[in-house]
């Protein structure tokens, strides 16, 4: 069964520099990788999907991730933080087969200060 | 529009009480989702439907029943309600088609058991 594991449960940076939120993924077959974030109170918004095309996804408000699987890996970087990104991200995978499934890391809070 | 909207908000009721929660999505998709997510953000699939057909009923307790009356709508129907239904509902949904099957997020509903 997949799964994913993200590293770590918080992460705090200044605004303005590098974001890098870690997650490893366990799959049988060919993944489908997300990452989405979910600001306080709010719903989840898709940030960016890997579906086998390109290993480097870029996505929305300046956030990529790439798809490495020599390490089973998806991290989601972003080269500068801003006030606004301060949420919870969540990375979740899915398989060829079982594509409705989405199975979701444990989060980790992206904190973000002055 | 709101692509996914939920009712209510917030819901507080005492244990015992049956209480539903609506969803419904303006996109067109074919598939429709509820997930739980717990006090430690954690979040997982209940159930999925595919134009008005269960698909995915992961284990859920007897107690909770979607009902799908057209392929817009997903209810969530829970019965004889336990300290341990508090939770946020997310409802979601999804085109599944080619590799577009990222699924759309609701805003959720906080469910409150006293």
């Known amino acids: 069964a997949q799964s994913v594991t993200q590293l770590d449960s918080h992460v705090s940076v200044s605004e303005g520099t590098p974001v890098l939120l870690r997650c490893n993924y366990s799959?049988?077959?060919?993944?489908?990788l997300f990452w989405y974030v979910q600001h306080p109170n709010k719903g989840l918004q898709l940030l960016l999907k890997?579906?086998?095309?390109?290993?480097l996804v870029k996505g929305i408000n300046g956030f990529e991730a790439e798809f490495k699987k020599s390490e089973t890996s998806f991290h989601l970087t972003k080269p500068s933080a801003h006030m606004s990104d301060a949420a919870e991200y969540f990375c979740v995978v899915s398989e060829l087969f079982d594509f409705q499934k989405l199975v979701f890391g444990t989060g980790t809070r992206l904190l973000v200060s002055p | 529009d709101t692509a996914v909207s939920q009712t209510p908000k917030y819901l507080v009721t005492q244990m015992g009480n049956d209480k539903s929660i609506k969803c419904e999505q303006n996109l067109g998709h074919d598939t429709m989702y509820w997930y739980k997510q717990d006090s430690k953000k954690f979040l997982k699939i209940m159930f999925s439907?595919?134009?008005?057909?269960?698909?995915i009923n992961e284990t859920v307790p007897n107690r909770f029943s979607p009902k799908s009356p057209d392929k817009a709508h997903l209810n969530l129907h829970i019965n004889s309600l336990e300290l341990g239904d508090s939770a946020v509902y997310f409802c979601?949904?999804?085109?599944?088609?080619?590799?577009?099957?990222?699924?759309?997020f609701g805003p959720g509903t906080r469910l409150t058991v006293t």
């Open positions: 979601a949904s999804s085109q599944d088609k080619g590799s577009s099957y990222e699924q759309y």
């Open positions: 890997y579906t086998s095309a390109a290993t």
């Open positions: 799959s049988s077959y060919s993944p489908s």
């Open positions: 439907y595919n134009n008005k057909e269960l698909i």
